[in-house]
């Protein structure tokens, strides 16, 4: 089974909405760690549009299961990624305008400073990951970059507006799973993943993680965190792939 990464920036993003000090993004990391999370996933952006320095200095001072930071590749962010060090670090890309990640590193343009932003981190002691598109060259230049693992972009498949576009996006992800294994890399998936949309993906062997946030935020309104994250979990071990026994 898969592990769960939960994404706790939609809190932030909550409690940015009034400039106040609630919802708390780290109160709702321990309840999700309460409900089975296997990792508590945030993103530290330049613009600090949700998550803060400080989230992120108590983020690490208190999560017990491994912590990811999603994070771009600019200087300053990799320096406080290198004091922090969380266990791993996530690069994806990163624009102001957009409203959320959208699609993933360009790993094959930029490999040199990808390959000088993952020198820093594992000098620091932090596995990195690059947040990819499920595409042979990207796979194979984070593999030349010295990644740690990738996670490769689900978007293509939650975005999909019918049976057969789905089905092809199913497939892609499943090949470049392949084909980063093969590479030596772990490999996760996340984007645009709900409630009513993962089974399929969930079904693919060789998916280590998969990192969840919006929607997992959205039902908590409704059931609470912890509820929302033992919902997620049972999903990801009923449609999971099962051992053969040999």
Not at 1 to 22: C, F, K, P, S
Not at 87 to 110: F, H, I, K, N, S
Not at 177 to 206: F, K
Request: charged share 25%; aromatic share 4%; hydrophobic share 45%.
């Amino acid at each position: 089974m898969a592990g769960l990464g939960v994404n706790i920036d939609h809190v932030a993003t909550v409690r940015q909405a009034r400039r106040t000090d609630e919802p708390n993004p780290v109160w709702a990391a321990v309840e999700a760690e309460l409900g089975g999370a296997d990792c508590i996933t945030f993103h530290l952006r330049e613009d600090r549009r949700h998550i803060n320095d400080q989230d992120a200095r108590l983020l690490r001072e208190t999560v017990a299961v491994k912590l990811n930071m999603e994070m771009s590749m600019a200087q300053a962010i990799v320096h406080i990624a290198c004091e922090l060090r969380p266990a791993q670090a996530t690069l994806v890309p990163e624009r102001r305008e957009e409203l959320t990640t959208e699609g993933g590193l360009d790993v094959a343009r930029l490999r040199d400073r990808a390959a000088e932003a993952v020198r820093r981190l594992h000098d620091a002691g932090i596995e990195v990951s690059a947040f990819i598109e499920p595409a042979a060259d990207q796979i194979q230049a984070s593999a030349d970059a010295g990644f740690d693992a990738v996670e490769l972009w689900t978007g293509a498949y939650a975005n999909a507006r019918s049976q057969p576009e789905a089905r092809e996006a199913l497939a892609v992800l499943s090949s470049s799973v392949s084909a980063g294994r093969g590479a030596g890399l772990v490999v996760h998936g996340g984007h645009g993943l709900t409630y009513r949309n993962v089974a399929p993906v969930a079904a693919i062997a060789g998916f280590s993680e998969f990192n969840i946030g919006h929607s997992i935020v959205s039902r908590a309104v409704f059931v609470g965190m912890r509820e929302a994250v033992r919902l997620m979990k049972e999903l990801l071990d009923r449609h999971g792939p099962r051992e053969v026994d040999s």
